[in-house]
């Protein structure tokens, strides 16, 4: 197998078991109000860890928050970082990044195509609320509040 690296690193992952959150909340499987909070500040812990580290995600869905089940219950795991980048400082006069991703995720400043950065990703994740919550609502009523 060809590697341009000449002594690569070899990658550990860990075993996500469960598929992602889009699969999830579209099965028939009950999930309390406690879990679909629980799986909300995952990602939102998770964005936080990357925009600490000088990233944004730029493509955050329900299909690229993977999904672990364990003795615990479940956990989210923001994945898919093909569409990531540095977090750019445009007080030096950087270039614009360019639009990526599928506008019912995108901020308002990407889909003007404005110059943006990490804060855009702020709004970003407000569909994943509104499915954990109207995914409970269509398809049965929860009443573990």
Same mark, same amino acid.
């Given at each position: 197998?060809?590697?341009?690296?000449?002594d690569?690193?070899?990658?550990v992952?860990?075993?996500?078991?469960?598929?992602?959150?889009?699969?999830? +909340?579209? !099965?028939?499987?009950? &999930?309390?109000?406690?879990?679909?909070?629980?799986?909300?500040?995952d $990602? @939102?812990?998770?964005l936080?860890?990357?925009?600490?580290?000088?990233i944004?995600?730029?493509? +955050?869905? !329900?299909k690229?928050? &993977?999904?672990?089940?364990?003795?615990?219950?479940?956990?989210?795991? $923001? @994945?898919?970082?093909?569409?990531?980048?540095?977090?750019?400082?445009?007080?030096?006069?950087?270039?614009?990044?360019?639009?990526?991703?599928?506008?019912?995720?995108?901020?308002p400043?990407?889909l003007?195509?404005?110059?943006?950065?990490?804060?855009?990703?702020?709004?970003?994740?407000?569909?994943?609320?509104?499915?954990?919550?109207?995914?409970?609502m269509?398809?049965?009523?929860?009443?573990?509040?």
């Amino acid at each position: 197998m060809y590697h341009p690296c000449p002594d690569p690193e070899p990658l550990v992952f860990q075993y996500i078991n469960s598929g992602n959150l889009e699969q999830l +909340l579209d !099965s028939n499987q009950h &999930l309390p109000w406690t879990v679909r909070v629980k799986l909300g500040l995952d $990602v @939102a812990l998770g964005l936080a860890y990357l925009h600490f580290k000088g990233i944004f995600h730029r493509d +955050l869905t !329900s299909k690229n928050c &993977l999904i672990k089940s364990d003795e615990n219950g479940f956990s989210a795991v $923001v @994945a898919d970082f093909g569409l990531a980048e540095k977090i750019p400082d445009f007080s030096d006069g950087g270039e614009k990044l360019p639009v990526v991703g599928f506008p019912y995720w995108m901020a308002p400043e990407v889909l003007r195509n404005e110059a943006y950065n990490e804060k855009v990703g702020l709004p970003s994740p407000a569909p994943l609320p509104h499915q954990l919550y109207h995914s409970c609502m269509l398809s049965r009523p929860c009443l573990d509040l």
